[in-house]
Nanobody, 122 residues
């Protein structure tokens, strides 16, 4: 089974940037996604990338600011976050979807990392 470890979170001022990494062990040629959970809120979809890396999908609130990518050699998925806003503050999780359908339904994702905290100050 794939295991995932996120890193790259931290404290940043509004307008700043962070790059999150999700290192995967085992066979990793699957669709993958990033999700986040803000304090007092439910976990929500952020972005997803196909197994080949050729297709990406974003929630509207991050389009134009966040970019998901992957490096198959390093078995790592990234989330480049630019123009960060205080409302982006959350714990960010990466996850693997063993299906071949690129989707945002977190209930369909099979393996999750432990999360990394992102805090954006105003």
């Amino acid at each position: 089974q794939v295991q995932l470890v996120e890193s790259g979170g931290g404290l940043v001022q509004a307008g700043g940037s962070l790059r999150l990494s999700c290192a995967a062990s085992g066979h990793t040629f699957y669709n993958m996604g990033w999700f986040r959970q803000a304090p007092g809120k439910e976990r929500e979809f952020v972005a997803a990338i196909s197994s080949s890396g050729g297709t990406t999908y974003y929630t509207d609130s991050v389009k134009g600011r966040f970019t998901i990518s992957r490096d198959h050699v390093k078995n790592t998925v990234y989330l480049q976050m630019n123009s960060l806003k205080p409302e982006d503050t959350a714990i960010y999780y990466c996850a693997v979807d063993y299906s071949t359908v690129l989707r945002s339904d977190q209930g369909k994702f099979d393996v999750w990392g432990q999360g990394t905290q992102v805090t954006v100050s105003s």
